[in-house]
């Protein structure tokens, strides 16, 4: 399968891999001019909360040293959140860091991981950007076309953008611009705690993607999604750095 294709989520939960990727910044930047005309910005996610879903979290952890990177996609109980299936994978990075371009680092060890799972998530919350990018095709974007899967960027920060003042009540907020184009929302997930930068993925509208980060942090800034997958991904990187350091004795 190439970049360009989308790919179906399989009955046991599978996604397809997809490959080739592109090893060039200009080769890079094609593809994501192809996909962003597949995003879909019809909303096919369940409402937060709905009992039987299954809302799953991606991330990544690297280290650079070591030319490694760990994804881990951790899946959650859509009423409950508690934790119902997890994969990680470990590989060696696949693409140099450019600005825009992150998802070429993250998304081929992202894709093995979901593709360990034992269930098809209903939503994919990552860790970073959708609409939100430059050529409006952040990694939770790209990673929806490529699935098939609703998927939705929950950021810590603001990348290149900017917004207005944003109400201290917990689910204030104010609309996310690149010039006059709305491309996400800063949104207030906790008082007193600066807020999170949710945008569109693929096939979640932005009053729905909101709505769900909402949901997911219930106890903290993050969405629960995002909390669990930074520490699995985080401990996986350790266990294979500690695995290779004894293999290299």
Do not use: N
């Not at 269930?119 to 952040?138: F, I, K, S, T």
């Not at 906790?190 to 096939?203: I, L, T």
């Not at 909390?227 to 350790?238: E, F, P, V, Y």
């Amino acid at each position: 399968m190439t970049p360009g294709a989308a790919a179906t989520p399989g009955a046991a939960g599978a996604v397809a891999r997809s490959g080739p990727w592109p090893v060039t910044e200009a080769e890079a930047r094609a593809v994501q001019e192809e996909l962003r005309a597949r995003v879909e910005r019809a909303d096919h996610a369940p409402p937060p909360g709905t009992p039987g879903t299954l809302l799953a979290g991606v991330d990544v952890a690297y280290d650079d040293a070591h030319d490694t990177v760990a994804a881990a996609a951790v899946v959650l109980d859509g009423a409950t959140h508690e934790v119902v299936a997890r994969a990680t994978e470990c590989a060696r990075v696949p693409f140099p860091y450019v600005p825009g371009l992150l998802a070429f680092r993250e998304l081929p060890a992202v894709l093995v991981a979901l593709e360990r799972l034992d269930r098809v998530p209903d939503l994919v919350v990552c860790d970073g950007y959708g609409l939100a990018h430059p050529r409006r095709l952040g990694l939770a974007s790209h990673l929806g076309v490529l699935t098939g899967l609703p998927t939705i960027g929950v950021a810590k920060t603001p990348f290149r953008y900017r917004h207005g003042p944003v109400g201290a009540v917990r689910g204030d907020g104010a609309p996310l611009l690149d010039g006059t184009e709305e491309v996400g929302r800063a949104l207030r997930t906790r008082e007193g705690v600066r807020p999170v930068y949710v945008s569109v993925g693929h096939r979640v509208g932005l009053d729905s993607a909101c709505a769900h980060t909402l949901d997911l942090a219930r106890r903290y800034r993050l969405p629960e999604t995002t909390r669990r997958a930074d520490a699995l991904c985080r401990a996986a990187l350790r266990e294979a750095l500690e695995d290779a350091g004894r293999a290299g004795h």
